[in-house]
């Protein structure tokens, strides 16, 4: 019985490894070599007159994109080149928090069934309008920022066989990560299903997801989420949706939440070496997720009930 489940539990991992390493493996290897062509530098050229009203000087798109495109250590990375102060810092790590890793969070997203405006819409804007909120209500931070030791650089690379050899070993990497924590993660929550403990976990969950206007089937989604990120999560929300009846509109309250706060440890840990204060990004994205996720489930139901009062008046007619 025991090994029955483990092996349903494999099998699980697996399939989401496959679902998820079919977007991961494309993404990061067209990603990685357009790291070594002008195309990066044409869009950070692009996007740097606007920065003057996030308050970040022109060179500041350089994270944003390395962020966006790739992931929040290249972008840290790109931090750690740039003479900035610590209001720009915080800004620019507010930012990356609510939005990074554009392309391959956005295809997992689409992979569950949430649409693609939601996402980008949702992600895009909390970086934007958090930066704008920061850089008119902080007065203060005008001292440069120091930085602590984080090692952001990839060794020098060039030759076009070179290039792509490194973004298939990116990509492979990815999806190793990727296998090492979403398989035995599956076998886990596999045994805790079989078990009922899950059925545990969701009822002491449950006092959340009802404020957040979810359903309780939906709370080890937001459990993995929160723990270990959007990509990780999404395995999790993909099994959910096939096999726990977590609803299209519960999937996407969830994801809108976890947008503005996933992977709550690493995420905002990662931050430390810039030298920002880290509780206060932490209380921005919590607080953040609570307030919009709130804000859309409220406005989702009440154009439910417009609906449905809509459809029985045309019945009574």
């Known amino acids: 019985m025991f090994f029955g489940m483990i092996k349903r539990g494999l099998l699980s991992g697996l399939g989401t ?3 998820l390493g079919k977007v991961i493996f494309p993404v990061t290897l067209i990603v990685s070599i357009l790291q070594y062509t002008p195309v990066l530098n044409w869009i950070v050229k692009g996007i740097s007159p606007a920065m003057k009203v996030l308050g970040l000087p022109g060179e500041a798109a350089i994270p944003l994109v390395l962020g966006n495109f790739l992931n929040l250590y290249a972008a840290i990375g790109g931090v750690l080149t740039l003479h900035l102060t610590v209001k720009e ?7 990356l928090s609510f939005c990074h890793n554009l392309l391959i969070e956005t295809s997992v997203a689409l992979k569950v069934g949430v649409k693609l405006w939601v996402i980008l819409t949702v992600r895009i804007s909390l970086a934007l309008i958090s ?19 984080f ?19 990116n990509a492979l990497h ?14 886990v929550i596999q045994i805790m299903k079989e078990l009922k403990w899950m059925d545990k976990i969701s009822s002491g969950l449950a006092p959340l997801m009802k404020i957040l206007g979810m359903q309780k089937n939906a709370s080890m989604t937001m459990a993995t989420g929160l723990v270990l990120g959007l990509a990780y999560g999404a395995g999790v929300m993909i ?18 939440f976890l947008v503005a706060c996933h992977a709550v440890v690493e995420d ?12 206060a990004l932490f209380l921005i994205r919590i607080i953040t997720a609570f307030i919009l996720t709130m804000a859309v489930s ?12 809509k459809e029985t008046i045309y019945e009574h007619i």
């Open 89 to 95: 810092v915080l800004i620019l790590a507010v930012m």
């Open 298 to 309: 409220y406005f989702w139901k009440r154009a439910e009930t417009a609906k449905l009062r």
């Open 174 to 187: 990815g999806i190793w990560k990727l296998a090492i924590i979403v398989i035995p993660l599956m076998v």
């Open 151 to 169: 090692d952001g650089k990839d060794g020098e690379i060039s030759g076009a066989a070179s290039i792509v050899l490194h973004g298939i070993e």
């Open 239 to 256: 099994q959910a949706v096939q096999e726990d009846g977590v609803s299209k509109k519960d999937a996407t309250l969830a994801f809108i």
């Open 17 to 19: 490894v496959w679902t």
């Open 268 to 279: 905002t840990l990662i931050f430390v070496p810039l030298g920002v204060p880290v509780w």
């Open 131 to 149: 930066a704008i909120v920061i850089n008119l209500v902080w007065h203060g931070g005008g001292q440069y920022a120091q930085y602590g030791s």
